[in-house]
Every structure is written in C-alpha cells, then in structure tokens.
C-alpha cells in the first residue's frame, strides 16, 4: 500500500477535525478525497504529510510510518500546499533550483519527469515567481513538489482559484504523472474533478462518507433522480420543497434535482402539483445522479 | 555542506531584491550614526539665563558678567522684580532664574558671607542637574577671587585654606561626548538591525507558506537555520565595519584597541542576537508580532545598558537586570577596547558571559524550532 490510513483522529480543543479515518491507497492511483472547506482534508494532508501529528491511530506513507519515520517520509513524498508557497522574489529557475538542491538533487538529474509541465513555464525561467500568472504558479508549484522525483504526491486543492482551462490542463498533468507510476493523492471541493480520479473518499465534518470508485459510488444512489425544470426557478423550488413527498430538492444548473419519497412515484403527479402552482413550461425527465447527488444524499444521513 | 551553501546564496539574493529593505539595512542605520552621535550630548548650551539685580553694585555686576563671559549661558534679561521673572519662567523664556539680594555687596564685605537665589527650570531633570553644576561651578569660581579681593589687611595672617581639585579625564581627556558615544550608537545600530532582520526573516517565510514547504523537505533543521541566519552575521560585521569607518573618518574616534578582539568579540556578540531572533520568530506567526516583540526588547535593552545613562546610577534590582543585557556588555567591550585599548584578558569576563548567553539563547531557539507541530 502506498498510503494506509487507520482510525486517524485529530481535535483542535473542542473541534473534532478528523474522527475515525481509514482508508489505503495503492501504489500508482490516482485519489481524490472530496470534501466541502472545513472538511478536513487540509488536517489529513497535514498529517501525512509529517507537518501534524494525530491523536490517535496509525497512519503509513510509502512504507513509512508518519511518526517514527518521517524522516523517510520527507525524502519520498511530494507536497503541494493549497496556498502558494513558493518564493515569489526567487526567479521560476531559482525555486527549481533551491528545492532540488534541499532535496539533495540537481533540476538535471529528474528533468525527464518535470519535462512536460516545465516546459510550459521554461520560457518564463528568469522571471520572478510572484509575477507569474495563477495557471503557471501552479505549475511552477507542481515542478517543485516533483523535482525530487517522489513515490507519493499530495495535492491540497491544486485547482481551488484556477481557471476552468487550466485546471482540465493540471488534471491531464496529473493523469500522466499517474502513468509513471507515482502514487496521488489529491484534495479538491469540486465534485465534478471527483469523477477523474481512481477512487475518491467522500469526506465531511471530519468523517468519512464513503469510499469507492466515482461510478461505483454514483451507482450506489439509492433513488431515481429527476431533472426538473419550470418558467420560474425561485418559485419551483419553494414549490418542491413544499410538496409533501419530497425526499430532496437541490438545484442544479438550470435543473432542480428532485428525488420522491414513495417508491411507486408518477411524475404526472408531481407535473400536476406543480400546474396547481401556476408554474409553466414545466419539465420533468430522468436523469444519471452525479457525485454531487451523491455526496448531498451521503451528507444529508 | 552544499545544501546550507545555497541557502545562505537564496537568502542574500532575496536581502538584495528586497528594494524597501536595502536602505533600510545600510543607509538608515549610517544617516543615525552620523545624526545620532552628534545630536546625543549630555552638554547643555545655550542656557536662557535672566536675573534681578536688587543690589546693583559692582560686585553683584561682576558675577553677573561671569554668567555673560561663560559659553554655556545666554544672558538675556534683567528681571525688575522677582514676580517678573517668575512669570516669564512659566512661559518658558528663562530657564535659569538668579536672584541677587539687596546689599549682597555690603553683606559679602561686612559678614563675610551673603545668599544667591537661584531657580531652575526642572522639567527636564537630566538638564536642571546639569544647569546646576554650572551655576554652582561659576559662583565657587567668582567666590575664590572674591575672598582675595575682600580681604582685609588684617585677614592675611589668616590664609584661605582652598583645596583645589584638578581633574584628569583619563581615556577621553577633553571629556569629547563623541568619543563615547560614537561606540554605543555603533553597537545599538548592529543590535537593532540584526535582531529585527532575523526575528522577521523566519516569521515572514512562516507568512508566506514557504516554511510549510520546507519542512516537508529532508532539510535538517540546523541546516536551515545555519543558512538562515548566517546572512545576517556577515550583515552585522559589515554594519560594524561601515560605523567604523564612519567613525574613524567623520568624528575621528580614537581607535587604540585591536582592531581584531573588537570582530572577535562582536561575532560572537552577533551569535546572542540572532538566537534572540530566531527565538522570537519561533512564537510569533506574523512579522509585525515579531516586530513588536523584538522592539519591546530592544528599547529595554538599549535604556538599560549604560549608553545614555549610566548603570552606576541606577538602582540596585536595575543594576542587577542589567546583567542580563547583552547590549550593556557589547557597550562596555567596544568602549573599552577603542578608548583605553584592553586586551583580550581584560574583556575577558564579558567575553565570556556573551558566550554563554549566546550558547544558551541559540540552546533555546534550536529546542523551541519545530517542523511539526
């Protein structure tokens, strides 16, 4: 196992911030751990990473025990803060240079592995790191956390405040890092990069959720969903969530995702409730639930 | 080796693009020096001296003239009336008020003896004593010549006895407050700037993140900090080496020291204030708390340490505080060795003492620097 991960739990004062965590991950996948802010994750990444210690139980990284051999742990993982956290008055080079040097490396030694994304921001070499657009930091940041060649890569939230195309650009990286065998673990609140990963947890208020492959667990949503959709959003979903056999109401897009509580469910009913209501052009069709569906339905139990 | 090597080159890099911090780091701390030193006197000049004459005679004139031909007074006004002068002491026109009685001639040659008034302006206690010896010094001065000049022909058989005292300024012989000055100011310049630029350096990486990236790293800790800090000895020896210069060429402070003990001694003193600083750094998260604190430090450091007042005349639980100042024995070292040249075993108790404070303070720094927390 590249990460394992048992009975993990961490509290600041009276705020549980991780309870009862267990979870493997395997050599050379591809993990997402999906969560709302204040979930957790940055405490579990933290923990992982050697920069916390739990409370209880025992967690491993490459082999490595996270507290009796962090040292280890330090050489063989790379790790990319959610916040950037490189020098900004350093030049693009120079932060390459600094970390491969503290990591006992040289940018030459390990270029073949960095090739595909620092040749994006090679053209940008001698220009300070704090000038850099968002999308380039990032991978600027990437270049860093890969210069020293690790077996284990955590990504905290490597695309919160990133542009759509860059952020499809950092998974495609992502997916051909995965390719030469280095284990990722990744962090992200957005449900639709879930669907990218291997296998994702679903975490919340410290708590894991469930853990599965994205379609397995988009598989295991216990209810038809439907797509709903009416001249007048606002009023629809006060409609919905009135309606007496609702079981969940949440919009989505220029849907609202809507699931009923009988089994036996007519949406000619629900058509005609919705009529009562003076709403118009009213739609009602079947859908696939999303990871999102599912965490909310997880969320809600 | 390689790895602390290229942290010290990383760290000046970022000192010398920080384009707000440069001035800051060496043109500031000379602009003082140079103002400092000469502003920085205990001498009080210029004094606004008024009196009332209710006697007018040739004697009460005479002394009058002694206030005039001395360089420290300003005299300005004949007061009519003690009321008059009074008053123009509350607005602040006189600082130095004397008040000459009626039949102060006659009194001086009948009794032998007669009263000054003399009132000081004490707002500012330091200057009050100062304007008092002054006044003291020139009555004595005017009473010595006038015993001689009263004396009457029947007197002589009896000789004034006067003890008269001669002082010798040893090690500064015109009592030059430069000469010591200058030394101090040096030494609270390479304090001030190494502590704040090193408790301020670990912080700010701590603000930005880096630190959290670094500590992921197999980077040992003592490499880091070494490479840290190191910067800023060399920072500290070069501000030493620029107020010395400054010091030789503009104020022309005698040197009679080895030149070599004064960097032996202030490399060693540097060590002190960077584990300070680094100290600092450990239990601060921003660089404004680090700011504060180190400031907070420093200004007790600075008034304790003999610079500006003397150790001698504090009391004696402030005496005893003052052993824990570092910057009191960096003072004492540099004054010492640059005015009465001592030797390396005449410093050698304050040597030893910064010694062992920096091995403790360093001690602690390291122990309370953490990676995990």
């Known amino acids: ?33 999906i969560g709302p802010d204040g979930a957790g994750k940055t405490t579990l990444f933290r923990i992982l990473t050697t920069l916390l210690i739990a409370d209880e139980g025992k967690a491993t990284v490459a082999g490595f ?102 952020r499809k650009e950092f998974w495609e990286m992502l997916k051909r890092l995965q390719e030469k065998g280095i284990t990722i673990l990744v962090s992200t609140p957005y449900m639709d990069e879930a669907a990218l990963c291997d296998r994702i947890a679903l975490i919340q208020d410290g708590k894991i959720l469930e853990i599965d492959t994205p379609e397995a667990i988009v598989r295991h949503y216990p209810k038809p969903i439907y797509n709903v959709r009416a001249n007048n959003m606002y009023q629809l979903i006060n409609s919905l969530n009135t309606y007496e056999f609702n079981h969940s109401v949440y919009p989505f897009g220029e849907f609202v995702h809507y699931t009923d509580r009988r089994t036996d469910f007519n949406p000619k009913e629900l058509q005609a409730y919705l009529e009562s209501k003076n709403l118009l052009n009213i739609e009602i069709e079947k859908t696939k639930p999303t990871i999102e569906d599912t965490f909310m339905e997880l969320a809600k139990s | 080796m390689k790895t602390i090597l290229y942290i010290i080159q990383k760290e000046f890099k970022q000192i010398f693009r920080n384009k707000g911090m440069l001035p800051i780091i060496f043109v500031l701390p000379l602009l003082q020096l140079v103002i400092l030193s000469n502003a920085a006197t205990f001498e009080v000049k210029n004094i606004k001296f008024g009196y009332i004459d209710n006697d007018h005679t040739s004697t009460s004139r005479a002394l009058i003239e002694k206030f005039n031909a001395s360089t420290y007074f300003d005299v300005l006004t004949d007061f009519p009336s003690e ?35 003399v009132t000081i302006n004490a707002i ?17 001065n005017f009473n010595q010549h006038l015993k001689v000049d009263l004396m009457q022909i029947s007197d002589k058989q009896v000789q004034p006895v006067a003890i008269e005292t001669i002082p010798l300024f040893w090690y500064n012989e015109t009592l030059n407050y430069k000469t010591f000055m200058v030394p101090g100011i040096l030494v609270l310049l390479v304090t001030m700037i190494t502590l704040f630029l090193s408790g301020m350096n670990i912080v700010r990486e701590k603000e930005i993140g880096t630190l959290e990236q670094i500590n992921v790293t197999p980077i040992k800790k003592s ?70 604190i ?45 005015l009465k040249g001592s030797g390396f075993m005449d410093i050698l108790p304050q040597l030893l003492k910064t010694l062992l404070y920096a091995v403790i303070m360093n001690g602690l720094a390291v122990w309370s620097y953490r990676k995990t927390n």
């Open chain 1, 1 to 33: 196992m590249s990460i394992s991960v048992s009975h993990i739990n961490k509290s600041y004062k009276t705020v549980k911030a991780l309870q009862d965590i267990s979870f493997e991950v395997k050599p050379g996948e591809l993990f997402g751990l």
């Open chain 1, 65 to 166: 025990d996270v507290v009796t051999e962090y040292k280890n742990i330090r050489n063989s993982v790379g790790y990319m803060p959610g916040k950037f956290s490189l020098y900004q008055d350093l030049t693009v080079e120079e932060n390459l240079n600094f970390f491969a040097t503290i990591f006992g490396t040289t940018i030459e030694e390990n270029y073949e592995l960095i090739k595909d994304i620092y040749v994006q921001i090679e053209p940008f070499k001698d220009r300070r790191a704090g000038k850099l657009s968002g999308g380039m930091k990032q991978k600027l940041a990437l270049s860093c956390a890969l210069i020293h060649k690790p077996k284990v890569l955590f990504l905290d939230e490597p695309t919160t405040g990133v542009d759509p195309v860059s």
């Open chain 2, 83 to 117: 009321n008059i002068g009074s008053a123009a002491m509350l607005q602040g026109e006189v600082d130095v008020l004397l008040e000459i009685p009626r039949h102060f001639e006659r009194d001086l040659q009948k009794e032998k003896r007669t009263n000054l008034g």
């Open chain 2, 124 to 140: 500012d206690g330091a200057a009050a004593g100062v304007e008092n010896v002054y006044v003291t010094q020139i009555v004595q």
């Open chain 2, 223 to 292: 490499q880091f900090i070494i490479g840290k800090l190191f910067p800023f000895w060399v920072l500290g020896l070069g501000l030493l080496t620029i107020g010395l210069i400054i010091a030789k060429l503009i104020f022309d402070v005698p040197m009679v020291g080895s030149l070599v003990l004064m960097y032996f001694y202030t490399s060693i003193y540097i060590l002190v204030v960077l584990g300070i600083g680094l100290f600092i750094s450990n239990f601060t998260e921003t660089q404004q708390q680090a700011m504060f």
């Open chain 2, 294 to 338: 180190a400031w907070f430090f420093t200004v007790i450091f600075i008034l304790m340490s003999g610079l500006f007042t003397p150790i001698e005349s504090m009391p004696e639980w402030a005496q005893i505080i003052t052993e824990f100042n570092p910057i009191k024995y960096f003072v004492e070292v540099m004054r010492m060795v640059m």
